[in-house]
């Protein structure tokens, strides 16, 4: 089992910065791709960027692109998303997920209670 836990959320205004981080514990040797999601109110969760453990490719969606950057501290086992030039349509709950497998785009098997960020115009 793995456990998510994600610290960082708060108010922030638009333009400015927030970073997330995602501190996994349990049995993470399974773990091989990491993700951040985030769900605005009365919308659907939606992908946010993911990191592959070994070859450290990140992936982002198009939203998140040019302004978020995904990283990872292997020593402390936390993964970070560096979200910059927020906007207020980034407000959501921010969500860490951890997969398994290397295929970003699949389910992922683990979740963090998930932190929120919200973005003051």
């Known amino acids: 089992q793995v456990q998510l836990v994600e610290s960082g959320g708060g108010l922030v205004q638009a333009g400015g910065p927030l970073r997330l981080s995602c501190a996994a514990s349990?049995?993470?040797?399974?773990?091989?791709?990491m993700g951040w999601f985030r769900q605005a109110s009365g919308k659907e969760r939606e992908f946010v960027a993911a990191?592959?453990?070994?070859?450290?490719?990140?992936y982002y969606s198009d939203s998140a692109k040019a302004r978020f950057t995904i990283s990872r501290d292997n020593a402390k086992n936390t993964v970070y998303l560096q979200m910059n030039s927020l906007k207020h349509e980034d407000t959501a709950v921010y969500y860490c997920?951890?997969?398994?497998?290397?295929?970003?785009?699949?389910?992922?098997?683990?979740w963090g209670q998930g932190t929120q960020v919200t973005v003051s115009v």
């Open positions: 349990g049995s993470i040797f399974n773990i091989n791709a």
């Open positions: 997920a951890a997969r398994r497998g290397t295929n970003w785009k699949s389910e992922y098997d683990y």
């Open positions: 990191i592959i453990r070994w070859t450290d490719s990140t």
